[in-house]
């Protein structure tokens, strides 16, 4: 009954760990504002957009993901890009915590590794929009959705 969040390589060792499969990405580095459909949201997600879009700084991703899994975002770049595993699992390839300006540093740091191209094509994509709000939303969500079951409902209800 204890939750379990994991972000990007918790993401990894968690499905890894529950019996999934990471492998490096065949399309190289994921960088830059990536958009995610969201395709089967759990319950107690209360704002169901259509898509999310998050900074993303990765090389490896959950090819197959662990039994009893639910994958609630994808992309064309990354087909689970977002889960629920049971009851008490979320996790997300991305990094929603990353500010765009801590993201800028990250791919200009990484330039020689990424490239030229793949980091000028991923300091643009900041200009777009991200969903860093929905993402705490979403984490509360499921910890308080956590918290109700793993107490008695007379634990719950306020005085």
């Given at each position: 009954?204890?939750?379990?969040?994991?972000?990007?390589?918790?993401?990894?060792v968690?499905?890894?760990a529950?019996?999934?499969?990471?492998?490096?990405?065949k399309q190289g580095?994921?960088v830059g504002?990536h958009?995610?459909?969201?395709t089967?949201?759990?319950?107690w997600m209360?704002?169901?957009?259509?898509?999310?879009?998050?900074c993303?700084?990765h090389?490896?991703?959950v090819?197959?993901?662990?039994?009893?899994?639910?994958?609630?975002?994808?992309?064309?770049?990354?087909?689970?890009?977002a889960?629920?595993?049971?009851?008490?699992?979320?996790?997300?390839?991305?990094?929603?915590?990353?500010?765009?300006?801590?993201?800028r540093?990250?791919?200009?740091?990484?330039?020689?590794?990424?490239?030229?191209?793949?980091?000028?094509?991923?300091?643009?994509s900041?200009g777009?929009?991200t969903?860093e709000?929905?993402?705490v939303?979403?984490v509360e969500?499921?910890?308080?959705?956590r918290l109700?079951?793993a107490l008695?409902?007379t634990?719950?209800?306020?005085?």
């Amino acid at each position: 009954n204890v939750p379990f969040f994991g972000v990007c390589f918790g993401h990894h060792v968690i499905h890894k760990a529950l019996g999934g499969r990471v492998e490096r990405a065949k399309q190289g580095w994921g960088v830059g504002v990536h958009d995610y459909d969201l395709t089967d949201p759990p319950p107690w997600m209360a704002r169901k957009p259509s898509h999310l879009s998050f900074c993303a700084s990765h090389n490896d991703q959950v090819v197959e993901p662990a039994p009893d899994t639910n994958i609630i975002a994808r992309s064309e770049f990354c087909q689970v890009a977002a889960t629920t595993v049971g009851r008490n699992v979320l996790t997300v390839q991305s990094h929603p915590e990353m500010r765009k300006a801590f993201s800028r540093e990250l791919y200009g740091i990484r330039r020689e590794l990424l490239g030229d191209e793949r980091a000028d094509d991923a300091i643009s994509s900041l200009g777009k929009p991200t969903n860093e709000k929905v993402f705490v939303e979403m984490v509360e969500q499921f910890l308080m959705a956590r918290l109700e079951i793993a107490l008695p409902e007379t634990m719950t209800q306020t005085a």
